[in-house]
C-alpha cells in the first residue's frame, strides 16, 4: 500500500513538472501573441486618428482664414 501511495505521489509530482514545463515553453508565444495584438490595435488607432485629423482638417479648409 505504501508502494502505491508513493508512486502515485511521484506521479502527481511529475504532472505537475510537466505542466509548468508547458506553461514556460508556452510563456514566449503568450508574449509574441500579446505584442502582436498590442501592435495591432496600435496601427488601428493610429488610422483613427490620422483619419479624424484629416477630415476635421478638410472641414476647416472650407473656411476662408482672414
Known amino acids: 500500500m505504501a508502494e502505491l501511495t508513493i508512486k ?3 506521479d502527481a509530482t511529475s504532472v505537475e ?3 509548468e514545463r ?3 515553453q508556452a510563456e514566449p508565444l503568450r508574449k509574441q501573441r ?3 495584438l498590442g501592435q495591432r490595435l496600435m496601427q ?3 488610422q483613427a486618428v ?3 485629423l484629416i477630415r476635421r482638417l478638410h472641414r476647416l ?3 476662408k482664414l482672414p
Open 61 to 63: 479648409s472650407h473656411f
Open 50 to 52: 490620422t483619419l479624424h
Open 8 to 10: 502515485a505521489s511521484m
Open 44 to 46: 488601428y488607432l493610429n
Open 17 to 19: 513538472t510537466g505542466m
Open 22 to 24: 508547458i506553461k514556460q
Open 34 to 36: 500579446l505584442t502582436r
